[in-house]
């Protein structure tokens, strides 16, 4: 009996003791908790550290995106991509400009939506080397903008063939991009005429999402709209001329696709590559086949203005058509006196056609800069849309800035009214005619494809 009295004794003094040392040192659950704390806030330490080191790669770039799309608040970047360094400068400083004016107008200046600051970035993509835009600056720009786990948003491009590099790119880490300028059709959809090589679009979208939008009219629609101006004015053969480049390459195979149809012969087809030390035996051959108008599908920059003044010394007085590609200052300046009287088809409609909004922005955008060019309206209307959908998204991420994208219906902007189609298309159809007259491009006509 005394021994079991001890053990229940031993047993009271031990639990007794074992409590008043818990009491003293603290409860070992929290410490153990606050370990695990400790030991869980130091593992994100690290994956914040690994996320954060420099790579190349879709990989960190989606990284990049899952870290900016956390929180609220902070810096939304836009990045643009236009070739600002060789003659097309002229043309794009302006939608530069435009791109300011609408981010001050869309914030009432202050460069915010909701809480997040918006910060806008102008890239080059030209090299003074090439005079133009060049593939491997457009890549490192590209791929600037999706490793930066600010930028939800790229603007550009102004070239079609720069297009094709950047939206794959863009692509894999779900970043939109709006086009203020890529007119080639095989961006967006398939389209036989247009000389689209099996595959495209689709190989432009890697994950499958569509990704690119753009506010101009693709050449599907241009080269009719060429087609029915001609013939128009009479126009029965015609001789064609591309640059080489996609842009120019794609409108042309357009062209000559709607030619056949509309009742237009194409007599002869020709490419240039923009490095010729001049066209005069081209300008004889044209000669030769004695066409009633010359178009050419091309841009300013692979030497338009220089093929035109070799045409005109041969003596070929034939209509000369060319594209949006070539409604710029540069192009007159390269063309010299033999530029008076050419033509060129521009998406869109003459400044007294405009909507109120777009009348007031060349306005306010002349008093303040100076003269504009074609696609200065359409810069403006590239970042009005990007803002619109990162105010309807309302948080800082990718994917849901691109969903409101292709959400964008009945937008009212400087252009018009109109929508983006299933493609990232724009919905508007109407293209005007402008002729050389006095050393400056001048409205002559309004025209469409049907």
């Not at 599908?297 to 070929?316: F, H, M, N, P, Y």
Request: aromatic letters at 8%; one cysteine or more.
């Amino acid at each position: 009996m005394r021994r079991k009295i001890s053990t229940i004794l031993g047993l009271c003094i031990s639990t007794i003791l074992l409590a008043l040392t818990l009491a003293a040192c603290g409860d070992n659950t929290a410490t153990t908790a606050a370990s695990t704390t400790a030991a869980s806030a130091t593992t994100a330490a690290a994956a914040t550290s690994a996320a954060s080191t420099t790579a190349s790669g879709a990989t960190t770039a989606a990284n990049a995106t899952t870290a900016a799309s956390s929180g609220a608040g902070g810096t939304i970047r836009i990045y643009s991509s236009l070739p600002l360094t060789g003659s097309s400068k002229e043309q794009t400083e302006t939608m530069v400009n435009a791109m300011k004016m609408a981010l001050e107008d869309f914030t009432n200046g202050t460069m915010k939506i909701g809480d997040y600051k918006i910060d806008y970035v102008s890239l080059d993509d030209a090299t003074a080397a090439k005079g133009q835009w060049d593939a491997d600056q457009e890549k490192a720009n590209a791929n600037k903008a999706v490793n930066d786990p600010d930028a939800m948003l790229y603007i550009g491009t102004y070239n079609s063939g720069a297009a094709k590099i950047s939206i794959p790119i863009l692509n894999q880490v779900n970043m939109g991009m709006i086009s203020p300028a890529n007119t080639l059709a095989c961006l967006t959809h398939f389209d036989e005429p247009s000389g689209c090589d099996k595959g495209e679009p689709d190989v432009y979208y890697p994950t499958k999402v569509r990704t690119y939008f753009r506010v101009c009219i693709n050449d599907d629609i241009q080269a009719p709209a060429q087609v029915n101006f001609l013939k128009s004015k009479g126009i029965k053969k015609v001789y064609l001329i591309d640059d080489s480049q996609a842009y120019g390459k794609g409108l042309a195979d357009a062209f000559f696709a709607a030619a056949k149809t509309g009742g237009i012969d194409v007599v002869k087809r020709a490419a240039i590559n923009g490095k010729e030390s001049d066209y005069k035996s081209l300008a004889a051959t044209i000669k030769a086949e004695n066409p009633d108008a010359i178009v050419y599908s091309g841009i300013t920059q692979q030497q338009g203005g220089k093929l035109l003044a070799d045409i005109r010394a041969a003596g070929v007085k034939a209509t000369f058509l060319g594209p949006d590609g070539i409604l710029e200052d540069a192009f007159i300046k390269d063309a010299g006196s033999a530029g008076e009287g050419a033509l060129a088809t521009g998406a869109g409609v003459d400044d007294s056609f405009l909507p109120p909004k777009g009348q007031d922005f060349l306005k306010r955008y002349r008093a303040k800069y100076g003269n504009d060019q074609h696609y200065t309206i359409y810069g403006y209307e590239a970042m009005s849309v990007a803002l619109t959908a990162i105010k309807n998204a309302g948080k800082k991420d990718r994917a849901a800035i691109v969903q409101a994208l292709s959400n964008i219906k009945d937008f009212e902007g400087v252009l018009g009214k109109w929508s983006f189609d299933k493609n990232g298309d724009s919905t508007l159809t109407d293209f005007y005619v402008k002729e050389i007259k006095d050393g400056k491009w001048t409205f002559l006509t309004q025209v469409k494809a049907k």
